[in-house]
């Protein structure tokens, strides 16, 4: 009896996870993503944070107020090449229904991403998280938890307090993670800040000031961590491609509008027009 309700609400729960990971239709990049600068200016450790456009991708962006609904971690060549012509996968992430799985940068060339890179990484920490992550892979998410995913199924307004803790799967259960938990995780085996919580304690007054304060750092739980904290957080450069690789704006090459030339548009000859 057992064993087959636990199928039932496994079969449930599949089922509402593959809803859940319905992509809209007419989703369009702002700018286009060539998987190919992507890659060259990604390094190990670095986090892709990607806008999707599933249906729990618009509830997560609400719950967060954020672009970002997804993140992944760069892992370079830490995998094995698949052969057969198949590209390498060289990002580690987590999905609803898969667990954590390794996929190639091009699944995310259709997307918005930005790449958030932890400031000062020694070789030693870069390789520590890479590392955890790939020791990670196969985790499972535990489908059976049905009332996890039912709450995304109702955007109903939810007060700011409680927002990011709607966004924590599970009960902290080391068997269950979300993308941007298990990137926290991995960052916390260095003991690297996020978003850390800073509280100011007093000290001793000396002839300089009466009072001098000193803060304390606290290391946020994993759990608590969403997509955007890597973005906002001041430990994270923002990293752009287009610029990596010696962007010049005066080599752009534009398209004229029709019966009109370049030189219509120079200084000289709209002064010219104007009598100036």
């Known amino acids: 009896m057992t064993e087959a309700r636990d199928t039932l609400l496994d ?32 390094q190990p ?22 672009t970002w609904s997804h993140a992944a971690l760069y892992i370079g060549d830490a995998l094995p090449d698949p052969g057969n012509g198949k590209e390498r996968p060289r990002l580690i ?11 190639p940068v091009s699944k995310y060339r259709t997307y918005n991403t930005r790449i958030c890179r932890a400031h000062g990484l020694s070789p030693e ?28 199924f109702f955007p109903v307004p939810v007060p700011v307090r409680w927002r990011r803790r709607m966004i924590a799967f599970g009960s902290g259960d080391p068997t269950r993670a979300i993308c941007s938990s298990l990137i926290a995780e991995a960052f916390e085996q260095i003991r690297y800040p996020i978003l850390p919580e800073i509280t100011r ?19 946020r739980h994993h759990s608590l961590y969403t997509p955007r904290d890597f973005d906002l957080s001041p430990y994270f450069a923002v990293i752009k491609p287009t610029l990596e690789y010696g962007f010049d704006y005066r080599i752009l090459t534009w398209e004229e509008p029709e019966g009109q030339t370049s030189a219509d548009n120079a200084p000289e000859a709209s002064a010219q027009k104007t009598g100036t």
């Open 201 to 219: 304690a007093p000290g001793r007054a000396s002839a300089q000031s009466h009072y001098s304060r000193s803060e304390i750092l606290h290391i």
């Open 125 to 152: 920490d870069r390789e520590t998280v890479v590392s955890f992550m790939v020791s990670k892979l196969g985790l499972k998410y535990d489908t059976k938890n049905i009332l996890d995913m039912l709450r995304y």
């Open 11 to 42: 079969r449930i729960g599949k089922y509402l996870a593959r809803s859940l990971e319905e992509e809209s239709s007419g989703y369009e990049p702002y700018t286009p993503s060539d998987p190919d600068t992507l890659r060259r200016a990604l």
């Open 93 to 103: 992430e987590v999905n609803l229904g898969d667990g954590c799985i390794a996929v």
């Open 45 to 66: 450790g670095d986090i892709l944070l990607i806008e999707g456009n599933q249906r729990i991708s618009a509830t997560i962006k609400y719950l967060t107020q954020s």
